[in-house]
């Protein structure tokens, strides 16, 4: 008999702790109302201006604070992903969720880093893009399979947002770390 209460105790407690999660998921989404609607994918994206990079989108955050995860308008599943960068923006194509489109006009930059999201991944091991939102700079980042498109990446984004020097002055500093 005791060990049978203490079992539904416990199985009792893992799903307080799962609805309490939940609710908490919830309640961030609520506080995070500010964030516009996500743009509309163009039927015409262009030319490729890199290489498409599949692997896992990590999540967004608002720039600069990569603990704080944006759940809204469902940027806050991870999900394996596509992406592909041509001259009409940034697409990430997520299984399972909507895709995420960036207008090259919303991007700022594009940058290596070890960690968002809550998730970390050593140096250099997540493509972070830094685009406006609305009033907001968001970072969004990708893990890619194949981490040798990143530096395409970078210097395409660098020259769409027009901070070519700063992307080669990123690319240059990625490299000696990767090195």
């Known amino acids: 008999m005791i060990r049978w209460t203490l079992v539904t105790a416990l199985v009792l407690l893992f799903v307080l702790a799962l609805a309490g999660m939940r609710l908490g998921w919830r ?3 609520r506080r995070q109302d500010w964030l516009p609607e996500l ?14 990079l599949s692997g896992l989108y990590v999540g967004s955050t608002v720039a600069t604070r ?10 806050g599943a991870r999900a394996e992903s596509v992406a592909r960068l041509t001259e009409a923006g940034a697409l990430i194509e997520r299984q399972g969720s909507t ?11 594009a940058r290596l880093e ?16 830094r685009w406006r939102h609305g009033e907001h700079d968001l970072d969004t980042g990708i893990r890619a399979d194949d981490k040798t498109g990143y530096p395409g990446w970078i210097t395409a984004i660098a020259e769409l947002a027009g901070t070519a020097t700063a992307g080669a002055r990123q690319h240059e500093r990625a490299e000696r770390e990767h090195d």
């Open 66 to 75: 990569w603990q704080d995860r944006i759940v809204a308008r469902g940027l």
């Open 114 to 129: 070890p960690a968002l999201a809550g998730k970390v991944v050593g140096l250099g091991g997540l493509l972070v893009l």
């Open 99 to 109: 895709p995420i489109f960036i207008p090259a006009g919303q991007l700022i930059d």
């Open 39 to 52: 743009p509309i994918v163009p039927a015409a994206l262009g030319a490729e201006l890199a290489a498409s």
């Open 27 to 29: 309640h961030r989404g």
